[in-house]
């Protein structure tokens, strides 16, 4: 029998994305990253109202779906977002999932602009083509 590389804590790249991605706290840091760019856990602490240890485990899974990058500075670390991690996690969605109907979220730029405004493409919602840019 050959061992597994798969120990305990084992995770897939999948898991880690859908894990990032499934916390309405983390979608706001993303949210926050992309508005002001880098920035400290300290500067997230007032806008999400959560301590400073909530944000680094929140911060900590995004890291690990390659979500945001990190930059130390002197003794603090400063988190961005990652453009290539942004990149390669539409592309992964949008090869695995049904494919989009929706002519405005065909593009990968077009779907992640779409997540940060709030609205479900169709095909995650399982809704009619159209439906997520009808209000």
């Keep these: 029998m050959v061992p597994s590389c798969r120990g305990k804590g084992y995770m897939s790249q999948p898991d880690r994305l859908y894990r990032a991605l499934g916390d309405k706290t ?13 920035t400290c856990v ?5 806008p ?26 002197g ?9 290539d991690g942004l990149a390669e996690a539409i592309g992964w969605l949008q090869g695995n999932l049904d494919p989009v109907k929706c002519a405005c979220h065909r593009e ?20 009619e083509p159209e439906a997520c840019c009808q209000d």
């Design 26 to 38: 983390r979608l706001r840091i993303l949210q926050h990253l992309h508005a002001h760019g880098m």
């Design 42 to 46: 300290c500067e997230l602490v007032q």
């Design 48 to 73: 999400l109202g959560l301590p400073q240890s909530t944000v680094s485990s929140h911060l900590r899974t995004l890291r690990e779906a390659g979500l945001v990058t990190t930059e130390k500075i």
């Design 75 to 83: 003794r603090w670390v400063f988190y961005g977002m990652s453009s």
């Design 108 to 127: 990968p730029a077009g779907l992640y602009a779409a997540c940060l405004a709030g609205k479900v493409p169709a095909s995650f919602a399982l809704a």
